[in-house]
């Protein structure tokens, strides 16, 4: 267990954190959240010993392994696959042990030695090592490469593999998605769900900390509280708090409702295809948790567009390549006003790559692309965060867009977007990414866009501005092309998805969980090479259907059986939401009977996802046993 005496943390004269006592038990994983700035990155340092409370003490195990991603990587000529193997301390001290007892040819001390690598499975320390940097993105060819030959992300990625290499019992991870594509972040968070000692996580990405951790300890106004569930059913306990506040409760009020038209007039406009329905779905959980953030600084949405073209970009037969290096070929896409498209893909298919082209910031290798006259196009691309002015302020890079908005306007649309008075003023030298992420956002909004590129838009957002940022894209009038790790933004602001790989761009029938599915499907292909069949007579080939229908009986038993439990869980729940949306319950008289409320919702809501992945693996063994 980790335990937090009285802890108070400060910076400068403001305090982050003040007279925190809690504990974490051990193997549960811990959701850290709140505010940029608010201290969770200070609160990780604390329990590495890499700083100093102000008051208070933390106590955790002397003998348990700690393990976090470095922030630096070290220049290193060693294959990349040996600087993942550095993150087990213990597989080292034992190699170099081994090492030296083999040039003293000291025999009875190598076998106790090769004795203990066998305990801690050190021969296929490899292996594991090559696994974890495969799942993380890195291809066969690149684990022998040096260190020093890769870029500053994919030094970041090394570090991650070398902090879940480490067999510990304490890992500590900081926004580790933030370097990651949506394939890695899905494989990450399959490794974090299997792992079996305590994690204490810091994320803004919602679905990851949904499907990892158990416990959420949020940090508001200087005071850490710890709830108990994972990040959806804390954000339910703290609608419930927030809204005992007046003035918050109208404003939760207000954005219930314009979310509940919305989901009314898409749910008019909706067809039978699976992603539209998908999206209602994702829509009705954006309005359930729309009270947790009632209190953000940021609420901005998107002007109309002056005009709108019927059809706004064409390609035809486009393809890119950098050199001989063909990325896609034989593109066919038109982009019509009101289009929502998500591009998804494996690492370096060439999702930026098409949004670059879109955007007219790169050119195509072939083909013809047809813009529309009255095209106005707005990009966030992650470089254009180093293309800001270090010398301007947010008020002087908004005033140079000249676009007629007197002084007032300025600083009431700045303020949209968390930008205090004071901070428009100041030069942005210093800011934050996530200030300047903002800032490129606002700029964007402000330039009334028919056609939104967005190119990782989260990145260094924290969880209210991604909130703010997807409930304004539900508005947005334009066309809409986004690439993105994050899944909540990706199901709730896109209605399509587009499947860029194997150089070819093609509409992916299906959403994030068929998605899943693919590359699951697509590891497994690539690890176990295909035999050829073999002819059979139509006798035996009867037989083989009926000795596979016999086999199938189980499996399709256990899905039936599970789809029943999931629909009375999801009954269950549904009555307990309308039970929770009594207005009386959050009176004082009613506060008994909503903790019991809330714990049978809690209950229920756990059930319900354990029965739903359960459900899950059980589909997959279903259709992984029906294609063999």
């Not at 294959?79 to 597989?91: F, S």
């Not at 570090?159 to 594509?181: G, V």
């Not at 290096?325 to 593109?331: N, Q, R």
Request: proline share 3%.
């Amino acid at each position: 267990m980790i335990k937090f005496n009285n802890v108070t943390l400060r910076r400068g004269p403001n305090v982050l954190v003040e007279a925190a006592s809690f504990s974490f038990a051990n193997r549960h994983k811990v959701g850290l959240t709140g505010a940029n700035g608010c201290g969770k990155s200070s609160l990780l340092a604390v329990i590495l010993g890499q700083l100093e409370a102000d008051a208070g003490s933390v106590h955790k195990p002397d003998d348990w392994v700690v393990a976090h991603v470095a922030q630096e990587t070290p220049g290193s000529d060693i294959a990349a696959v040996e600087y993942a193997l550095q993150g087990d301390a213990e597989l080292m001290a034992l190699n170099a042990r081994i090492q030296t007892a083999e040039q003293e040819q000291d025999g009875a001390l190598l076998g106790q030695l090769h004795a203990q690598l066998d305990a801690i499975d050190g021969y296929a320390a490899h292996s594991r090592a090559s696994a974890l940097l495969n799942g993380l993105g890195f291809k066969a060819g690149d684990i022998n490469r040096p260190v020093d030959s890769f870029s500053g992300g994919w030094r970041m990625r090394l570090n991650l593999a070398q902090a879940l290499m480490c067999r510990s019992d304490l890992l500590l991870l900081d926004e580790p998605t933030n370097h990651l594509d949506l394939d890695a972040v899905i494989w990450l968070q399959s490794w974090l769900e299997r792992y079996e000692g305590t994690l204490i996580l810091i994320s803004h990405d919602r679905t990851f900390l949904d499907a990892v951790v158990n416990q959420v300890a949020h940090i508001e106004h200087g005071k850490l509280t710890v709830y108990a569930g994972n990040y959806s059913a804390f954000e339910v306990q703290r609608a419930a708090q927030l809204a005992q506040q007046q003035a918050a409760y109208e404003k939760q009020q207000r954005e219930i409702h314009h979310m509940q038209d919305f989901v009314r007039r898409f749910k008019a406009k909706a067809t039978k295809a699976k992603q539209a329905q998908s999206r209602v779905k994702m829509l009705e959980r954006l309005e359930l948790i729309a009270p947790a953030h009632v209190d953000s600084p940021f609420g901005f949405q998107f002007k109309k567009p002056e005009k709108t073209p019927g059809s706004l970009l064409t390609l035809e037969k486009v393809g890119a390549a950098y050199g001989s290096e063909t990325i896609f070929a034989g593109v066919n896409l038109t982009i019509l006003a009101g289009d929502r498209l998500g591009l998804i893909g494996p690492n370096g298919a060439g999702k930026s790559t098409l949004i670059k082209i879109l955007a007219g910031d790169l050119g195509a290798s072939g083909g013809e692309i047809g813009r529309a006259k009255d095209l106005r196009v707005g990009y966030f691309a992650q470089h254009q965060l180093e293309q800001l002015h270090a010398v301007h302020t947010p008020y002087q890079h908004l005033d140079e867009l000249s676009l007629g908005f007197s002084e007032q306007q300025v600083y009431d649309h700045l303020g949209g977007f968390g930008f205090a008075y004071e901070r428009t003023n100041e030069t942005i030298a210093h800011f934050s990414g996530g200030e300047k992420a903002r800032l490129v956002l606002a700029l964007l909004v402000a330039q009334k866009p028919n056609l939104l590129l967005l190119d990782e838009p989260t990145n260094h957002l924290d969880l209210d501005m991604r909130h703010a940022l997807a409930v304004a894209l539900q508005g947005f009038e334009g066309a809409l092309v986004t690439v993105s790790h994050d899944r909540f933004l990706l199901e709730t602001v896109t209605d399509q998805f587009y499947l860029v790989a194997d150089q070819q761009v093609s509409e992916f029938d299906g959403d994030l969980n068929d998605y899943r599915k693919w590359l699951d499907a697509r590891r497994l292909e690539s690890q176990s090479p295909t035999e050829p069949g073999k002819n059979k007579s139509r006798k035996g080939q009867r037989q083989a259907r009926a000795a596979k229908r016999e086999q199938l009986k189980p499996l399709l038993r256990a899905v039936a059986g599970l789809e029943k439990e999931l629909e009375r869980y999801s009954i269950e729940s549904a009555a307990l939401d309308e039970k929770l949306a009594d207005s009386s319950l959050y009176d004082v008289s009613g506060k008994e009977r909503l903790t019991k409320l809330m714990k049978e919702k809690g209950r229920v809501d756990n059930q319900l996802e354990e029965v739903e992945m359960l459900w899950l693996e059980a589909g997959e063994a279903l259709e992984a046993a029906q294609e063999v």
